[in-house]
């Protein structure tokens, strides 16, 4: 939107809609009325990039939105050229908006975004593709219901721009939204060959694929978090068994704290009853699954030496103001720390996207060496590196330093790279020098675990940052591309991302 400061008037783009074929004489007249009406201020027709036809003998160009014409005016002008000039056009009007007490009101675009449309159409109008479907029906894949990636562009015409990373038979385009506001205003266009573009991953606010994978696990490790802050220690495994059993039998919160009280259970009854509606309902979505699937969580969570890296709970209770508890293990001491990320998310039902900081909590173990002269610092990271250390020989080699593959029939480009795509883990991999190594089957009081660990350090509290800022910058590299998507799987039992 412009403003003219000093009559007060606002100028906003809109739409008119004309008959196909008519957009270049709608054009035409409105630069003939720009003549004698200040407040319309411009007038733009897009036209499709080497399309043409040819009437009474003249070749013309091709409108790219067919009986389409944006102008950029005050409401009062554009309503005064269609009644005086031009009766048979329209405007268009965002029926997104529309209530049963409130119409709906006339569809404009905002100023910030007909700037990168037309920014962008000067350079890619050969590859958009206008398409019939509402922007909202792109958000999910037809055939799995899974949603789609969503992605914010970084440079480029389109910077700043967000979207849909949607497949089209066997090509992945860039769906994005043009113009309205909400789900449904406005137009979605497509543009082929997504890999040409530099982007990154949004967080989907309201379901993304990572978050609906890792319900299940944040649901028992929330579980086993309660249990460890109340003194269960090596009891805690076989006690979830049976909590879990009981549940299942009876899948009633209210009557399992009950239960808990009247057999001894007294303080984790006082944590379970305390639980907020959101993760009292993720631990009953984990009992409706084990009752559809028994055994599940037996058989998944077979083994446990310290929980997974980042966790949107504690477990231990932190005190007003500390970032920092310990938990007491046989063989290790536990670090528990307060982490901060702040991510890009969007919301689909919205049409918006904003920037949102979540606390999550790092779990660091400590063991003292067994000369007693250092310490080493270690994360869970234990499926993650097991998948990466079980894939060998040349295939581990390209993992690293980037598979090549020709995109599009076009030049050859890093697919699947640690090395492009997560830069941060490309050096613990790969680089002697780094403090942060990964260790397969580090043994943790006769237990093996696969680790991201700073080994034999004498200043624990500086291998503590070191490790925790490495884990996260890798997290959050791995999270954010459109690449890696197998790695980003394998993630989700690192970083129980909410």
């Given at each position: 939107m412009s403003t003219d400061k000093l009559n007060r008037v606002d100028y906003h783009w809109f739409l008119i809609r004309t008959q196909p074929h008519q957009e270049r004489?709608?054009?035409?007249l409105l630069a003939k009325y720009r003549q004698t009406s200040k407040n319309i201020l411009e007038v733009y027709c897009p036209s499709l990039s080497g399309a043409s036809i040819r009437r009474e003998g003249d070749a013309r160009p091709v409108a790219l939105f067919a009986g389409i014409v944006f102008v950029l005016s005050t409401l009062q002008a554009i309503t005064d050229f269609l009644e005086q000039r031009f009766p048979k056009g329209v405007l268009l009007y965002d029926y997104s908006k529309k209530t049963k007490t409130q119409k709906a009101p006339v569809l404009t675009i905002p100023e910030k975004e007909m700037r990168m449309f037309k920014d962008f159409n000067e350079n890619y109008s050969d590859q958009m593709i206008i398409l019939e479907r509402p922007y909202s029906d792109y958000a999910f894949n037809p055939k799995?219901?899974?949603?789609?990636?969503?992605?914010?562009?970084?440079?480029?015409?389109?910077?700043?721009?967000?979207?849909?990373?949607?497949?089209?038979?066997?090509?992945?385009?860039?769906?994005?939204?043009?113009?309205?506001?909400?789900?449904?205003?406005?137009?979605?266009?497509?543009?082929?060959?997504?890999?040409?573009?530099?982007?990154?991953?949004?967080?989907?606010?309201?379901g993304d694929k990572q978050t609906l994978g890792t319900v299940k696990e944040r649901a028992v490790d929330l579980l086993i978090g309660l249990m460890q802050s109340c003194g269960y220690g090596e009891r805690t495994l076989q006690t979830l068994y049976e909590f879990?059993?009981?549940?299942?039998?009876?899948?009633?919160?209210?009557?399992?704290?009950?239960?808990?009280?009247?057999?001894?259970?007294?303080?984790?009854?006082?944590?379970?009853?305390?639980?907020?509606?959101?993760?009292?309902?993720?631990?009953?979505?984990?009992?409706?699954?084990?009752?559809?699937?028994?055994?599940?969580?037996?058989?998944?969570?077979?083994?446990?030496?310290?929980?997974?890296?980042?966790?949107?709970?504690s477990g231990v209770e932190m005190k007003e103001r500390q970032d920092e508890v310990q938990l007491q293990h046989k063989s290790f001491a536990e670090m528990i720390r307060k982490v901060n990320i702040t991510e890009d998310v969007y919301y689909p039902s919205k049409g918006e996207g904003e920037t949102v900081t979540t606390t999550y909590y790092a779990h660091i173990g400590v063991r003292q060496d067994e000369t007693g002269d250092g310490f080493?610092?270690?994360?869970?990271?234990?499926?993650?590196?097991?998948?990466?250390?079980?894939?060998?020989?040349?295939?581990?080699?390209?993992?690293?330093?980037?598979?090549?593959?020709?995109?599009h029939n076009e030049k050859e480009k890093l697919i699947e790279s640690f090395l492009n795509y997560s830069p941060t883990l490309y050096?613990?991999?790969?680089?002697?020098?780094?403090?942060?190594?990964?260790?397969?089957?580090?043994?943790?009081?006769?237990?093996?675990?696969?680790?991201?660990?700073?080994?034999?350090?004498?200043?624990?509290?500086?291998?503590?940052?070191?490790?925790?800022?490495?884990?996260?910058?890798?997290?959050?590299?791995?999270?954010?591309?459109?690449?890696l998507a197998v790695?980003?799987?394998y993630l989700r039992t690192v970083w129980l991302h909410i």
């Open positions: 004489l709608l054009t035409d799995t219901n899974e949603p789609n990636d969503i992605v914010k562009v970084i440079d480029g015409p389109l910077a700043g721009k967000e979207g849909y990373m949607t497949k089209f038979r066997r090509d992945k385009r860039l769906v994005f939204h043009l113009g309205g506001s909400g789900k449904n205003g406005g137009m979605a266009v497509s543009i082929p060959n997504i890999w040409n573009f530099h982007v990154v991953r949004v967080h989907n606010a309201e879990v059993d009981e549940l299942t039998f009876k899948p009633s919160l209210v009557d399992f704290c009950k239960s808990l009280y009247d057999k001894g259970h007294v303080e984790l009854s006082r944590k379970m009853s305390e639980l907020d509606t959101k993760n009292a309902e993720l631990i009953l979505n984990l009992i409706r699954y084990e009752k559809d699937n028994p055994g599940y969580v037996k058989s998944n969570w077979n083994k446990l030496v310290i929980r997974p890296f980042l966790t949107p709970t080493t610092v270690f994360a869970n990271w234990d499926y993650f590196l097991d998948e990466y250390f079980m894939t060998g020989g040349k295939a581990n080699e390209k993992l690293v330093k980037g598979a090549r593959q020709v995109v050096k613990v991999l790969t680089d002697e020098k780094s403090s942060v190594k990964a260790v397969r089957d580090f043994n943790i009081g006769g237990e093996r675990l696969n680790v991201m660990a700073v080994i034999s350090t004498s200043n624990v509290n500086e291998a503590k940052d070191e490790l925790i800022n490495t884990c996260v910058n890798i997290s959050k590299e791995i999270n954010t591309t459109t690449h790695w980003r799987r």
